[in-house]
């Protein structure tokens, strides 16, 4: 979706404001946040991609305006509701109402050093990979209203294919509960100037993980 | 922090500490009710959360990344296995007893300059680098990364010559990124131990350079 989220080449957002010595958590609740989010992911309701989804359906003005782990606790209540696991009345009360559903996989402490490695996200291929490194390729001008890791600054652009990095998860349909739809996914390198005209730093590149679908010969 | 330094002994601080304690308070009995209504309902178990948080804190960090530099700047075979495959290569250097996919080391050259972000949310590569600091999530490094590195690298305290290239890789998949910096000079024939201690987070990240060697005791 063309969303806040997708900040890529916005102007107007100021310094980027290092913290000397910045802890891992600023306050208890943001690692209660993270830890939350990390024991429901296990139970396999919802994929990374649907996770991220629901944090970029969140309103530009509510996206903004709140921390990265208020966006990550917004995000789960709203996954949590909408797959009915706990209604916002049990939220809001802070006590479960009902009984709750069955979970296929719950999170034990035991499991939990098997779960700080990241997950496979490559799949078999359906078929060869379309592009190989050196080709040309344009990127499409895709709008699409759901999830997509096309960012905004990068369509319609035409970039040199530096890297075949697999065959992986499609984030487009598999954010939608429509299934991994595996597809190649290639690093894709651009000139600065292609991004952002003349008054590009002359010495600029920029590269992007491009899932095939999002490619075309150029 | 000096006593000098404590928050609410300046105006401007006792401020800011009082607006935020207002959002943290709302957000701790948020999150407290969430936690309590998945509990109740089965779908968590407590001692897990506390476990996961502890990890984080005390286990994953940026001391992981720079054990992987400091092994390439003294091994050149290593170097050549951890450009060729992150993720195999850190496996192999047993600090971790496993490592996912994809994890892809990226080579500063005295030419070329790498930096990492992810415009669209916060990939980063966890398993090295511990979790993102808020900088990294936020809108201003997301935005200007990739359109004005030069500006991100001056507010970190960082020039480089103007002719030496800036790569800039945005995050958009499922593959993470980690920088190898260049090694600073006069550190030959130092420990791996000795080296790590130069390599910042922020030099894995490309936001900062390595520490020189007068900078540390």
């Not at chain 2, 330094?5 to 935020?20: A, F, G, I, R, V």
Request: hydrophobic letters at 35%.
């Amino acid at each position: 979706m063309d969303g806040i989220h997708d900040m890529g080449g916005m102007h107007g957002f100021g310094k980027v404001e290092p913290e000397p010595d910045e802890p891992v958590f600023h306050a208890p609740w943001e690692g209660h946040c993270f830890a939350l989010n990390r024991a429901m992911s296990y139970a396999g309701l919802w994929t990374i991609d649907k996770a991220r989804a629901a944090r970029e359906e969140l309103p530009p003005e509510v996206y903004l305006g709140s921390s990265y782990y208020k966006k990550w606790e917004l995000g789960l209540e709203s996954l949590i509701v909408e797959l009915g696991l706990a209604g916002s009345d049990e939220i809001g009360a802070g006590h479960a109402l009902r009984p709750g559903k069955a979970l296929t996989r719950k999170l034990t402490a035991a499991e939990v050093p098997n779960t700080l490695t990241r997950g496979s996200f490559a799949r078999p291929a359906p078929g060869p990979a379309r592009f190989k490194p050196g080709d040309r390729v344009r990127t499409k001008n895709i709008h699409p209203a759901t999830h997509t890791r096309l960012p905004r600054y990068a369509r319609r652009r035409v970039g040199v294919v530096e890297a075949l990095r697999g065959c992986h998860v499609f984030p487009d349909t598999a954010a939608l509960g429509q299934g991994d739809h595996p597809q190649w996914l290639y690093t894709v390198l651009f000139e600065g100037r292609e991004l952002w005209g003349d008054r590009a730093e002359p010495t600029l590149q920029v590269s992007i993980e491009a899932f095939e679908p999002y490619l075309e010969s150029a | 922090m000096g006593h000098d330094e404590h928050p609410h002994e300046h105006d401007h601080h006792e401020h800011d500490h009082s607006e935020h304690g207002s959002e943290l308070s709302e957000m701790q009995l948020r999150v407290r009710a969430l936690e309590t209504v998945l509990a109740e309902k089965g779908y968590i178990d407590p001692a897990a959360i506390d476990k996961i948080i502890e990890a984080y804190e005390t286990k994953v960090g940026p001391h992981i990344g720079a054990r992987v530099v400091a092994r390439a700047w003294s091994d050149p075979e290593f170097k050549q296995a951890l450009l060729a495959d992150g993720s195999k290569a850190v496996l192999a250097l047993g600090l971790l007893n496993r490592v996912g996919d994809h994890l892809i080391a990226v080579e500063n050259t005295p030419k070329l300059h790498n930096m990492i972000v992810c415009t669209l949310c916060s990939c980063y590569p966890w398993e090295v680098l511990g979790l993102p600091p808020v900088w990294y999530k936020s809108a201003p490094y997301r935005s200007r990364a990739v359109n004005d590195p030069r500006g991100v690298l001056a507010d970190f305290g960082v020039t480089l010559p103007a002719e030496t290239g800036i790569r800039v890789w945005d995050s958009t998949a499922e593959t993470r990124f980690i920088v190898l910096p260049l090694r600073p000079s006069g550190t030959e024939g130092w420990s791996e131990e000795k080296l790590a201690a130069l390599v910042t987070r922020d030099s894995m990240i490309g936001t900062g350079l390595p520490k020189q060697p007068n900078e540390i005791a």
